[in-house]
C-alpha cells in the first residue's frame, strides 16, 4: 500500500507544487481546491511525467464543513495509511486598515484560519484508522507581528499558529505530530499581485522541496525558509515597538 498525503490549496502555487513533489517521491498525493479544472491538468501533469506516485483529484471548498468531512469519507475508501496533511490553502488580500470591510476580513478569518480548525477537528475521529502521522499547517512570517496592509491576514496566521502549538502539546506522546511551516516570499499567483518589492523571493519548486524534505528528514515543530530572510525576519520582529513601527512606517513611504 503506497504512502499518502492531502493537501489543500493543490490548484496553484506553494499546495500545486508540493503535491507534484510528494507523488514524484511515490506518494498517492489526494490534492484539494476548489477549481475541479485546474486539479484535472495537474492529474493529467503527474501521470503524463511518469511519477512513482499519483495525484487524485479532490474538489472541496474547505470553509464548507460538509464537504469537508465528504472528502475524509473519499479518502477513508481509497487509503488507510494517511502519513501527511498539508493546510496550506489560504488566501492574502491587501488592505489599508483604515479602509477594511468586515466582508474581506470575515473572508480571511474564515479560509486561513476558521477552515483549517474545521479541517483538523474532523479529521480527529479518523487519525488512527487513517494513520494520520503529520498534520502540517501553512503559515507565514506575517504571523510574527502585525505587516503593514495585513490586519487580517497577519492575524489569523497568528492565530493557526497558536492553534497548532496547542494541538502540538495536547497531541504529545499520541504519535501524530503537528508542524508549523513560515514560508517567506515565495513565487505564485498569490504573489505575483503584489506591487512592492519581495526581499529574498524564492521559486516555488525550491519551496515545494524545502516542504517535502523538512516533513520527512526534520524533527523541528517550526519550518521557516527562506533561512536568511527567515532571520532576519526573526531579528526585526523582535525589535522594541517603536523601532519596529518606525521602520515599518518607513517601509510604507517607500
Ligand atoms: N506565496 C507566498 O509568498 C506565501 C508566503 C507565506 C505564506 N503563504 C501561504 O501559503 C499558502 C499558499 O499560498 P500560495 O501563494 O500558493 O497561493 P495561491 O497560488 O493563491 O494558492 C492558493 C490555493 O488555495 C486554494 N483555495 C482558496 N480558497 C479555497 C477554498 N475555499 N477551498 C479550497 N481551496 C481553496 C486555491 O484554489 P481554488 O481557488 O481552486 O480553490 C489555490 O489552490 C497560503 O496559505 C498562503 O497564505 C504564501
Known amino acids: 500500500m503506497p504512502n499518502s498525503c492531502w493537501i489543500t490549496g493543490a490548484s ?8 507534484l513533489c510528494f507523488a514524484k517521491n511515490g506518494y498517492t498525493v489526494f490534492a484539494t481546491a476548489r477549481s475541479s479544472k485546474e486539479l484535472d491538468i495537474l492529474v493529467k501533469k503527474s501521470s503524463s511525467l511518469s511519477f512513482k506516485g499519483k495525484i487524485i ?20 475508501k481509497e487509503c488507510q495509511n494517511l502519513d501527511f496533511i498539508i493546510l ?26 476558521i477552515a483549517v480548525l474545521n479541517h483538523i477537528i474532523s479529521l480527529q ?9 503529520q498534520i502540517a499547517v501553512v503559515s507565514s512570517m506575517a504571523a510574527w507581528r502585525g505587516m503593514p496592509m495585513s490586519a487580517a491576514y497577519s492575524s489569523t496566521k497568528a492565530a ?4 497548532i502549538e496547542s494541538f ?4 504529545s506522546n499520541t504519535g501524530v505530530r503537528f508542524r508549523i511551516l513560515y514560508p517567506g516570499f515565495v513565487k505564485t499567483p498569490l504573489t505575483d499581485k503584489n506591487d512592492f518589492k519581495m526581499p529574498f523571493l524564492m521559486d516555488v ?12 528528514y526534520s524533527d523541528k515543530f517550526e519550518v521557516s525558509f527562506p533561512i536568511i530572510f527567515a532571520v532576519i525576519m526573526r531579528i526585526i520582529t523582535m ?4 523601532i519596529y513601527k518606525r521602520l515599518m512606517v518607513r517601509k510604507m513611504k517607500k
Not at 100 to 106: G, M, P, V
Not at 168 to 171: A, K
Not at 239 to 242: C, T
Request: hydrophobic share 40%.
Open 12 to 19: 496553484s502555487g506553494i499546495g500545486r507544487s508540493t503535491a
Open 88 to 113: 496550506n490553502a489560504g488566501t492574502y488580500i491587501k488592505e489599508d486598515s483604515k479602509y477594511a470591510t468586515i466582508e474581506s476580513t470575515k473572508h480571511v478569518i474564515d479560509l486561513n484560519y
Open 125 to 133: 475521529p479518523y487519525i488512527s484508522t487513517l494513520n494520520i502521522k
Open 239 to 242: 525589535l522594541p515597538w517603536p
Open 205 to 216: 519548486e525550491k519551496a515545494a522541496a524545502t516542504i517535502y524534505k523538512k516533513l520527512l
Open 57 to 76: 483529484a479532490l474538489p472541496l471548498d474547505v470553509t464548507v464543513s460538509k464537504e469537508v468531512l465528504n472528502g475524509i469519507k473519499f479518502i477513508q
Open 160 to 163: 493557526i499558529k497558536t492553534a
Open 168 to 171: 502540538e502539546i495536547d497531541y
